[in-house]
């Protein structure tokens, strides 16, 4: 099994996927129920890449990324409400 190019594939999918959400779940986690609409919702989309990450403050979060605007509007619009903190960025 070759290593993983962390470089070369964080590039690859910001091309690829380039509209991302960042959650920050709540301090207990997102309950059983997001999690579950969540996956739903990533499972439905085959353009869907999720990352986990560290902000330099320490809080931990979730980037999702997106082919398309509309997909990372549409989760954005129905997680952000659940989540500590959300962030939609949209490619240029």
């Known amino acids: 099994m070759r290593p993983l190019n962390l470089a ?6 910001g091309t690829k996927c380039p509209h991302c959400v960042d959650l920050i779940p709540p301090p207990a986690g997102f309950p059983d129920s997001v999690e579950e609409e969540i996956i739903q919702f990533l499972e439905s989309r ?8 560290e902000i330099e403050n320490g809080d ?6 997106f082919e398309h605007t509309a997909d990372a509007e549409a989760f ?12 939609l960025k949209r490619a240029n």
Do not use: M, N
């Open 8 to 13: 070369k594939w964080s590039k690859e999918t």
């Open 46 to 53: 085959s353009d869907a890449v999720d990352l986990h990450g």
């Open 76 to 87: 954005h619009a129905q997680f952000a409400p659940v989540a500590e903190k959300a962030i």
């Open 60 to 65: 931990a979060f979730i980037r999702y990324c």
